[in-house]
């Protein structure tokens, strides 16, 4: 009968330890991607500036941003950057473009505009 309930008590703290730990990547996620909304306003910043705006759609909160490795495809505002780690935020196009919105690469230690991709 102690054997039983050990057994119990054993299945059920693997559960609610297994549903704590998806919680707690659920809180990660959702806080990973508040972290990143200033990355999003400087790179849309970037986008008004240079008047690309007109081609991407406006709510900016919503562009994708992913981390990448600087490289030739991008145009880099500095060279310096080639092989370093960076993020590239993407927005969505208002519709059917001829030219898509550049993709932006901002640096993660400063969040500054490195460099871009120019749509396609």
Not at 75 to 95: C, I, M, N, Q, Y
């Amino acid at each position: 009968m102690n054997i039983k309930m050990v057994y119990f008590a054993l299945k059920l703290f693997t559960i609610f330890w297994a549903i704590g730990c998806s919680n707690i990547q659920d809180d990660m996620k959702t806080t990973d991607t508040d972290n990143y909304n200033h990355i999003r306003e400087v790179a849309w910043e970037f986008i008004r500036e240079k008047g690309w705006d007109d081609t991407a759609r406006e709510d900016w909160q919503s562009a994708v941003v992913k981390q990448t490795i600087a490289d030739n495809s991008y145009e880099l505002l500095d060279p310096t950057f080639v092989g370093k780690e960076a993020l590239s935020v993407s927005f969505k196009d208002r519709g059917k473009v001829v030219i898509g919105t550049p993709s932006i690469l901002v640096d993660p230690a400063t969040n500054e505009v490195i460099g871009y991709m120019p749509g396609e």
